[in-house]
């Protein structure tokens, strides 16, 4: 008899106070490519069913998820550190996506009726199918370690297929929850979470038919290039260096406001949070004022339900020093930190901060800080504004801050970005029904988009059937004759020709 060794354990821990939290596997390839085997067996009873019946099970996982809100927040901030609110967000988020992809996925993945491009098919009745690719991995960051795997697979699932969930090491607690409450409402076993560390994803990648990533520019990379390699499709959701411009009109309380959350919400690790700010030069001033006593207002720690923290911790020691050399590097360079500027007296605590006195060149305005950092830089006018915030080899996602909203929407045409948000932050990642993607080396493909959302995850069929009672033969078809040829060259000019002239004449002859 053989058996199979334990796949080691991974420890979590929590960053805010690292105490362990829990333990995982670290899955070989061998284990992931049986999960995904045995996935095989059961999608095509899933895509059968239909959207209808698949929008079915995921309200009630809906209703799983809502009836476990608190135990979901509770592990979400037992891995990842989370002030209370936030990682109260996370599963009503994933809530509204089941609802909008249940309602909405059936007719989305509805056969299509396509008109025939001309004569030569249109005879044919012209049917565009999407069949989802059998077996999706989902590969995932640690910053949202809920919302990013539960926006992947509701779509996935919806789409008929069935859905691999390799969570970040880092934070794979809350992941394992959506298997278990997949298995608790009892829906066909197609959705399964295999954890490990990268070379667990590698695997992934090498036994599924579709990868969905999201994580560093980095990985993608890597993910991209593999992934090539096998001939296999792939989606890339990747870092950014997401711009804000404040324009001179702007109501500066909101801009403040909606800066500081922008910037500082999850302690800044959100792929599209604000991490640079260029402010016209006659509001500089005040903006920085403001910007500086907010930011100074708000309280850090990891806060039960009283919700009495704001800014919770980072989820590792190592983005931890990212954040910091950021920062001293920008003040050994000559920026002035106003407020915040040091690591947390415990855990992985970063005191939120604003940096001004940047310039273009620093890390803190080029490189993906991803932590809880507003580095604010005076620009002479907008045009100045756009050219800096285009000045970027990331293009996620940006805000304008503006009272002229036409004119806030003209500059947002001119920002090099997959989204842009005029008096807002964030809220385009909340839009299930436009598409999330990055521009530049913020990604490939697009998260959601209505139904891009669902096709993604689907090869398009054809089906050519013909309209009409069918003949023994068709002229094209053997023996090749001369009479045949001639016959056939004359009508396809008499169809494609768009004058009289080479409508009616024969075909020129042979060079
Ligand atoms: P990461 O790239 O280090 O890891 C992401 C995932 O990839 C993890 O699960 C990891 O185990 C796995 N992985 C690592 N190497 C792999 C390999 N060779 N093959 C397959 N999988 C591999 O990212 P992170 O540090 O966990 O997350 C932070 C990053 O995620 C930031 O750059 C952030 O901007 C980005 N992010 C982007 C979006 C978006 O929608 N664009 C959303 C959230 C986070």
Known sequence: MTTTAPSPAIVVTNPADGSVVGSVPDASAEEVRRVVDELRIYQPA????????????????????????????????????????????????????????????????????????????????????????????????????????????????????????????????????????????????????????????????????????????????AIGAHAAGLLKPYSLELGGKDPALVLADADLDRAVNGIAWGGLMNSGQVCVSIERVYVEAPVYDEFVAKLAAKVNSLRQGQDDATYKQDVGALATLAQQQIVDGHVQAAVAEGARVLTGGKVGATGTFYEPTVLVDVNQSMACMREETFGPTIPVMKVADAEEGIRLANDSPYGLSATVWTSNLKRGEGIARRLDAGAVNVNDAIINLLAFSVPHGGWKESGVGARFGGANGVRKYCRTQVVTVPRMKTMKNEMNWYPYKARRAGLSGRVMRLIVARDARRRFSRRPPKA
């Open 46 to 221: 899933w895509e059968e069913i239909g959207a209808q019946a698949r929008g079915v099970w995921l309200g009630r996982l809906r209703d799983w998820l809502l009836d476990h809100e608190s135990e979901i927040a509770d592990t979400l901030q037992s891995e990842a550190g989370k002030a209370r609110a936030e990682a109260e967000a996370e599963a009503p988020m994933i809530c509204e996506l089941i609802n909008y992809y249940s309602k909405n996925a059936a007719a989305f993945l509805t056969d299509e009726r396509i008109p025939s491009s001309g004569a030569l098919t249109a005879q044919k009745k012209l049917v565009k199918v999407y069949r989802p690719y059998p077996v999706v991995g989902i590969i995932t960051p640690w910053n949202f370690p809920f919302a990013m795997p539960g926006m992947d697979c509701v779509p996935a699932l919806a789409a008929g297929a069935a859905v691999v969930i390799k969570p970040s090491e880092v934070t794979p607690l809350s992941a394992q929850l959506l298997e278990r409450a997949w298995t608790e409402i009892g829906a066909p076993p197609v959705l399964r979470v295999v954890t490990g560390l990268g070379a667990t994803g590698a695997a992934l990648v090498d036994a599924v038919d579709y990868i969905q990533f999201t994580g560093s520019t980095r990985t993608g990379k």
